[in-house]
Every structure is written in C-alpha cells, then in structure tokens.
C-alpha cells in the first residue's frame, strides 16, 4: 500500500480523533463533567483501538471502531440538543454531572473574553472567601463552544466511519485474493 491510501487517512483520523478527545476531556475534568468524561474515556479507548486495527491490519478492531462512531455521533447529537435545550432538555440541569454537584461547563465561566464578577461573603475569611455572582462579557457563550466541540466530533467521525468502511472492505479483499 502507497503512503496516501485509506489506511494512511484512517490513521492520521483516529490520531486527530484523539488530540480532540483528549483536549475535550481536558475541559470536561474542569468542569467536572462526569457524563462526558465517561464517554470520552470510552471514546479514547475504541479510538486507539481503531488505530491499532488500523496499524496492525486487524479488520475486527476497526469494524468495532467503526460501529463506535455511529454510537459517538449519537452522543454528540445529544450533546448539542443538551446545550441547545432541544426537547425538554436544560443545560441547566445537572443531567452531565449525574446529579452529583453543580458544576457546569467549564466554558460558562472561563469562556473567550468573559469576566467573572465576585463578591466577599460576610463572616468568611480565607483564600477561598469570594462568592460567585455573575459572569460577563463573554465574546461566545459556553453553549456553543460546547456545540462546536460536539460539531467538530461528528464531522471527524463521519469521515472516520467511511474510511473505516473503506479500509475493512480493502482489507477483506486482500485476504480473499490470498486465500485463492
């Protein structure tokens, strides 16, 4: 096989695949994001699978990969109805973090040109003596940078999908033609 074929395109995917998942499980741990800190961990795992698949010629590996990025497209649809409060859903709620605390996207209050605006709670000293009020400014708010990280993850595993598809029929073809 040359050097710019469907394996060498699936492998140069499933690693921009990675460096995007790793930068969004970055900012998930930040804002303490339980849901999608799970997914994306599974993510990870099936992504370096595909590549191993990918590497090693193991067509199984990447049909697993392959059947992970439809149910990957499927999460982050759901996602982008999430922050789009499509359905019922409210961004709001605090469905991402099982329930477990208040946190919210990291982005609501560290997003591109926001300010945090902060008070002193009374009786309180210490470091951590300044109470939450609002946040300001910001040039995009955080639910569409959490859609466009979701957008981002679709488009790269739709292409992913079809040349793993590509590259599994490819490989079936080269063990046919050695096994006659």
């Known amino acids: 096989m040359g050097c710019c074929t469907g ?14 998942a790793l930068e969004r499980q970055v900012f998930d741990f930040l804002g303490y994001q339980w849901a999608p800190i799970l997914a994306n961990f599974l993510h990870i795992i099936i992504v370096i699978l595909g590549l191993f698949g990918t590497i090693q010629y193991r067509p199984r590996y990447i049909v697993v990969y ?5 149910v990957w497209v499927t999460w982050n649809i759901f996602i982008i109805c999430f922050y789009l409060e499509v359905g019922g859903l ?14 919210q996207s990291w982005w609501s209050e560290n997003g591109p040109g926001c300010v945090r605006k902060e008070a002193p709670m009374a009786g309180i000293k ?5 109470s939450y009020i609002s946040v300001i400014g910001c040039a995009l708010e955080y639910r569409y ?16 999908f079809v040349y793993a598809c590509y590259v599994i029929s490819v490989f079936t073809e080269e063990e046919d033609s050695c096994n006659k």
């Open 7 to 20: 394996r060498c395109t699936l492998i140069f995917l499933c690693t921009l695949q990675l460096l995007a």
């Open 66 to 70: 392959a059947i992970w990025t439809a």
């Open 90 to 103: 409210s961004k709001e709620s605090e469905l991402l973090t099982f329930n477990i605390s208040r946190h």
């Open 126 to 130: 210490g470091l951590d003596s300044h």
């Open 145 to 160: 940078i959490e859609v466009m990280h979701s957008s981002v993850q679709i488009l790269v595993a739709l292409v992913g």
